[in-house]
């Protein structure tokens, strides 16, 4: 199961991985029209009241925290042009930046991936 994961993301860091494609939906489902359910169910506003606690966080809410991160003002116009969007969100995504004992982690789950991945 590793060793395909590790071929679909071509060792790529998985949290700049899963935030490029993520980048990449919003944009998409961003330049539909207004009729279809994807952006029907991203743009709705749910009414009621919540349950009590901590609100979760939505998806839209975590994708509009990663653009302010990008830097990117004005993003709802924005992705509506497509190579542009597809162009910033790419540059500007940066790979995470990790401690030492991350560094380490990742050195040991590269060595765990690549003995599993070779047949003997």
């Known amino acids: 199961m590793n060793c395909e994961l590790?071929?679909?993301?071509?060792?790529?860091?998985?949290?700049?991985?899963?935030?490029?494609?993520r980048m990449a939906w919003l944009g998409h489902v961003m330049r539909m029209e207004g009729k279809r359910i994807h952006k029907r169910v991203l743009e709705w506003?749910?009414?009621g009241r919540r349950n009590r606690g901590r609100p979760r966080k939505r998806w839209i809410e975590d994708v509009e925290e990663d653009v302010q991160i990008m830097g990117i003002r004005g993003w709802r116009k924005f992705c509506k042009e497509r190579a542009e969007w597809k162009k910033n969100t790419e540059r500007r995504l940066k790979p995470t930046v990790g401690c030492n004992a991350s560094k380490r982690r990742r050195r040991i789950w590269d060595h765990i991936t690549l003995t599993k991945c070779i047949k003997i």
């Open 45 to 47: 506003k749910p009414t």
């Open 6 to 21: 590790n071929d679909l993301i071509k060792n790529e860091d998985i949290v700049r991985f899963v935030k490029s494609k």
